[in-house]
């Protein structure tokens, strides 16, 4: 056991070696002639506008928890399913209800139109995202 | 066990018992990246000339001074090699530069330590841990902050954007597959990777390998989910939104350059080995010949093992070459409304098939 370990903490740092010779290799025979152009950020030859560090769209946020909420079922099904054939009918129940307590989240987020990457369903829609749901449901929604 | 063998066989192995244990796992180790390295090369050269054949057009025909005699452009990755090594290395000034040196090394060691636990061939596995499936999906995960720490640290609009819509994809696609993988272990009641192996060697009715794709029709279904899920995890076309060349630039490496770009490159390489390995470990019976009994001794087990896995590499790179790239609202749908209430489905199927059939 601590063999199998002790040979991934290893390979880990094998690993870092192994990516820090070809830099040091590269630091020797390649050029290095900065230029304060070379530097810049590359925005397609523009100037660049502003920092990159801005706000992104919340909807990363979510895809990140409901990750979180799957991945953590994900984990807690590994050691049942690894004795899943010795406990049989009552482990298969069991894990069942808890599979299914996780689908009803699914399903209520899939209402919610969380899953959707670009959201329709927006209760006080302005513009063209007012337009698009008329278009497509046929029907007016509330107004702010 | 390579690691252990070569322990034994060392003869100073009882004197010094921890230097004895770092020297074989060097000995494991640099092997391991030279294959990399090579199948890398090698991968790089069927991209090329496979994309060639099939979208015909004209591939690599012949590279450098002196050595255009060579045929069939056998020398393109190697020239493509000595270029990036002689690229000059850029690091943007406004980017944060520790993270940025930071990211390579992470996604390279993600992709490097997986090979630490995949079964070569009956005695080739160089750490057989008792949970060693397990292992191989959760460290196949750490490629993702090295991506997301490349796009972040960029300082870059294109970087972030590729690093956010990388990461999102990454993680989506992670549950469908892991998912899949525990219907497999469901049947198999195990997670070392030799134990899943072991588990379907001899055939069913005589017929058929006894391998898990054909055990009852959820795992078939389960494989084409966890295959189709390890290609969006490789973020290869047409899965390639992160770094999609036409409106991302590069994605999160696009202020990368020379080796470091390389590594990425080449840990994207990498991943696809160990995608396709860990599907023929887990669904394609590993190490076992397709004829039970045929062929079937330890040296051959190499063979099959790596016939198997570069098969399933062509078949990423036919896709690449043949299926336009999904837009970033389809992926995540695919993902999530397709894949993932299969694969639940599917862990009720196999837990109802194997209480019934047994």
Not at chain 1, 62 to 67: G, H, K, P, T
Not at chain 2, 220 to 239: D, K, L, Q, W, Y
Request: hydrophobic share 55%; charged share 15%.
């Amino acid at each position: 056991m601590y063999r199998d370990f002790g040979t991934i903490f290893l390979f880990i740092l094998i690993g870092i070696v192994l990516v820090y010779v070809p830099l040091l290799i590269q630091r020797l025979v390649a050029p290095k002639n900065d230029t304060p152009d070379k530097l810049s950020t590359y925005e397609c030859g523009e100037e660049s506008e502003g920092s990159a560090w801005v706000q992104f769209n919340i909807r990363f946020y979510v895809i990140a928890l409901i990750f979180l909420i799957f991945d953590v079922e994900v984990v807690f099904l590994f050691p049942w399913a690894v004795v899943f054939k010795d406990l049989g009918l009552l482990a298969f129940v069991e894990m069942s209800i808890f599979l299914l307590i996780l689908i009803v989240g699914l399903a209520y987020v899939w209402k919610k139109g969380d899953l959707d990457w670009v959201k329709y369903r927006v209760k006080y829609a302005h513009g063209r995202y007012r337009k698009a749901i008329t278009e497509k449901e046929g029907k007016t929604v509330g107004t702010p | 066990m390579t690691v252990d063998n070569l322990i034994n066989w060392f003869p100073f192995g009882t004197e010094w018992p921890v230097l004895t244990f770092v020297t074989a796992v060097i000995i494991c180790a640099l092997p391991v990246f030279l294959f990399i390295a090579v199948y890398a090369l090698v991968a790089i050269y069927a991209e090329l000339k496979i994309s060639s054949f099939m979208q015909d057009k004209v591939g690599p025909m012949g590279q450098g001074v002196g050595l255009h005699a060579w045929k069939f452009g056998i020398l393109q990755p190697v020239a493509d090699a000595l270029k990036l090594i002689l690229k000059e290395d850029i690091i943007p000034d406004l980017a944060d530069k520790k993270l940025f040196v930071m990211a390579p090394f992470i996604v390279f060691v993600g992709a490097f330590i997986s090979f630490a636990a995949l079964p070569f061939g009956q005695n080739i596995i160089i750490a057989d841990m008792n949970i060693g499936i397990f292992y191989i999906l959760a460290v196949g995960s750490l490629s993702v902050i090295g991506i997301i720490l490349a796009g972040w640290s960029s300082n870059n609009k294109w970087s972030l954007y590729g690093g956010m819509r990388s990461a999102a994809q990454i993680i989506s696609y992670e549950i469908p597959a892991g998912l899949s993988i525990i219907s497999i272990v469901m049947l198999t009641g195990t997670l070392s990777m030799q134990g899943i192996i072991e588990f379907q060697s001899g055939t069913i009715w005589g017929v058929l390998p006894n391998w898990i794709i054909f055990n009852n029709p959820f795992s078939f279904i389960a494989f084409f989910i966890f295959f189709i899920s390890g290609v969006a995890e490789c973020n290869r076309t047409p899965f390639d939104i992160p770094e999609a060349e036409s409106e991302l630039v590069a994605g999160a490496f696009t202020e990368y350059s020379g080796m470091r770009y390389a590594f990425f490159f080449l840990s994207e390489y990498a991943e696809m080995f160990v995608i396709s390995a860990i599907a023929v470990t887990a669904f394609l019976g590993g190490w076992n010949s397709p004829i039970s009994g045929f062929m079937n001794s330890s040296g051959w087990g190499v063979f099959w093992f790596m016939l198997k896995s570069l098969s399933l590499i062509f078949l990423m790179i036919w896709f690449r070459w043949t299926l336009p790239r999904l837009r970033v609202d389809q992926l995540m749908s695919i993902c999530w409304k397709v894949f993932l209430p299969f694969s639940l489905v599917n862990i009720f199927g196999v837990g109802i098939w194997s209480l019934l059939v047994g």
